[in-house]
T-cell receptor, first 111, second 111 residues
Framework: GENVEQHPSTLSVQEGDSAVIKCTYS??????FPWYKQELGKGPQLIID?????GEKKDQRIAVTLNKTAKHFSLHITETQPEDSAVYFC??????????FGKGTRLHILP | DAGVTQSPTHLIKTRGQQVTLRCSPK?????VSWYQQALGQGPQFIFQ???????QRGNFPDRFSGHQFPNYSSELNVNALLLGDSALYLC??????????FGPGTRLTVT
C-alpha cells in the first residue's frame, strides 16, 4: 500500500547550522507534498508545500526539493534557530487524494 | 481571523463508551478532515467531509463516524471505545482538500 518513509527519526544540529530531513514515497500518482512542524501540545503547522510540477521551492530559511523520478523529497532549514526545535512531518498525497504522513523527525537545535 | 478550533481540549472516557469531538474550520474553508495521532507517530487519516458528505475514508472501522453541518463545522463520533483509541484527534480544514490547516487537537484517553 502507499507509504511515506521519513529519515532521520531524530536530528541534532548546532544553532546556525543547516538541517536536512528526507522522505520517500511509494505511490507514483502522488502530486502534492506538504511539510508540517509540530510543537509540543499543538497541532501540526503547515510550513511549506510543493506540487509535482515544481522541483524546488524556497521560503526564507526553508526550502523543499522534489525528485519525482526517485520518489523522494527533502526539507532544508538553513541558519537554524532555537525556535526551529520541533517535530517535523513530511506527507504526500496518494492516488485517492488522501494525505499520507511520515512518522516524523524530532529536530533539536543545540546552543 | 480565527484558525481551526476544536473542543474539548482533553477528554477521559471508559472502555465501551461513546465520544463526540467537535471542530470549527478556518474562515473560508469548506472541507474538514479528521486524523488520529498516536504518541510518537504521524497523523493517520480517518475521513474527510465536503458539502456535508463523507468524501473519503481511511482504514478505520465503522465505529468511527462523522458529520458536517451547513456552516462547515464537523463532529467526529467514536462508539464502543477501546483502549487503543487513546490518541490525539486532529481536525484540519482546507478550501480544496490539499492545503490543510490543523487545529490544536483533542487528547482522548480511554481507561
Amino acid at each position: 500500500g502507499e507509504n511515506v518513509e521519513q529519515h532521520p527519526s531524530t536530528l541534532s544540529v548546532q544553532e546556525g547550522d543547516s538541517a536536512v530531513i528526507k522522505c520517500t514515497y511509494s505511490d507514483s500518482a502522488s502530486n502534492y507534498f506538504p511539510w508540517y512542524k509540530q510543537e509540543l501540545g499543538k497541532g501540526p503547522q503547515l510550513i511549506i508545500d510543493i506540487r509535482s510540477n515544481v522541483g524546488e521551492k524556497k521560503d526564507q530559511r526553508i526550502a523543499v526539493t522534489l525528485n519525482k523520478t526517485a520518489k523522494h523529497f527533502s526539507l532544508h532549514i538553513t541558519e537554524t534557530q532555537p525556535e526551529d526545535s520541533a517535530v517535523y512531518f513530511c506527507a504526500a498525497s496518494n492516488r485517492d487524494d488522501k494525505i499520507i504522513f511520515g512518522k516524523g523527525t524530532r529536530l533539536h537545535i543545540l546552543p | 481571523d480565527a484558525g481551526v478550533t476544536q473542543s474539548p481540549t482533553h477528554l477521559i472516557k471508559t472502555r465501551g463508551q461513546q465520544v463526540t469531538l467537535r471542530c470549527s474550520p478556518k474562515s473560508g474553508h469548506d472541507t474538514v478532515s479528521w486524523y488520529q495521532q498516536a504518541l510518537g507517530q504521524g497523523p493517520q487519516f480517518i475521513f474527510q467531509y465536503y458539502e456535508e458528505e463523507e468524501r473519503q475514508r481511511g482504514n478505520f472501522p465503522d465505529r468511527f463516524s462523522g458529520h458536517q453541518f451547513p456552516n462547515y463545522s464537523s463532529e467526529l463520533n467514536v462508539n464502543a471505545l477501546l483502549l487503543g483509541d487513546s490518541a490525539l484527534y486532529l481536525c484540519a480544514s482546507s478550501r480544496d482538500g490539499w492545503e490543510q490547516y490543523f487545529g490544536p487537537g483533542t487528547r482522548l484517553t480511554v481507561t
